[in-house]
């Protein structure tokens, strides 16, 4: 658990976890430039921060329809080995296994 300190900011969100995650984003561009505007070096350019992604949702929640899931990658991806089982009775948890 992160340990708050005076001066930090705590966000919460709440919502379907695509369109939360997307304005998150889009929120954490919008701090640092407004950051930078009056000269504070958030960001630099010329530093590369490599990351690996693991655990890409195989389906993702219908934006107009919750309850429904559509496909979050082509047609011709296929599950993590080890969550096939989960395809009819959990799709939801359903990892991308792909890009491995």
């Known amino acids: 658990m992160a340990q708050a300190r005076p001066g930090d900011l705590l966000l919460f969100s709440a919502g379907m ?6 304005l998150l ?3 954490r561009l919008q701090c640092a430039e407004l950051l ?3 000269g504070m070096a958030v960001r630099n350019p010329s530093a590369f921060h490599f990351l690996w992604v693991v655990d890409f ?3 993702l ?3 107009q329809d ?3 899931l559509d496909s979050a990658h082509p047609p011709f991806t296929a599950p993590l ?3 096939t089982h989960l395809l009819y009775s959990q799709p939801h948890s359903v990892s991308l296994g792909t890009y491995l």
Not at 17 to 22: A, D, E, H, W, Y
């Open 25 to 27: 984003g889009k929120l």
């Open 36 to 38: 930078e505007c009056p």
């Open 17 to 22: 976890q695509k369109c939360v995650r997307s």
């Open 66 to 68: 919750p309850g429904q």
């Open 81 to 83: 080995p080890e969550d």
């Open 61 to 63: 929640p219908k934006e």
């Open 57 to 59: 949702p195989l389906f």
